[in-house]
Nanobody, 127 residues
Framework: QVQLVESGGGLVQAGGSLRVSCAAS????????MGWFRQTPGKERDFVAAISRGGTSVYYADSMKGRFTISRDNAKNTVNLQMNSLKPEDTAVYYC????????????????????WGQGTQVTVSS
């Protein structure tokens, strides 16, 4: 079965950096664009970033531009999210997800369009 397993979450001070990763198995990884979302208690899951199947196209939520970088390694079936200049408001559970659709920035921001989800990894940024 399909599994997406996030790792790399933890506690970091404001201004610091953290890298979260997602390992995929049970699917043909190169056929899926990949996205990262995040969620805080009592709120909806918000789009963070997405990357196309081949890694040539990326898209970020406005508040992450310039601070976060999404990348993928199709040989290792992994997708990463490098987070710099972290702020306390970045505290959330971060989820990776896979989407098997033609790349479109409007498509990849919508949670409902994704086919598979990981269990999430907690990122806590202290002030």
């Amino acid at each position: 079965q399909v599994q997406l397993v996030e790792s790399g979450g933890g506690l970091v001070q404001a201004g610091g950096s953290l890298r979260v990763s997602c390992a995929a198995s049970g699917l043909t990884f190169v056929r899926y664009a990949m996205g990262w979302f995040r969620q805080t208690p009592g709120k909806e899951r918000d789009f963070v970033a997405a990357i196309s199947r081949g890694g040539t196209s990326v898209y970020y939520a406005d508040s992450m531009k310039g601070r976060f970088t999404i990348s993928r390694d199709n040989a290792k079936n992994t997708v990463n999210l490098q987070m710099n200049s972290l702020k306390p408001e970045d505290t959330a559970v971060y989820y990776c997800a896979a989407i098997n659709r033609v790349w479109n920035s409007m498509t990849v921001v919508a949670e409902r369009n994704y086919d598979y989800w990981g269990q999430g990894t907690q990122v806590t940024v202290s002030s």
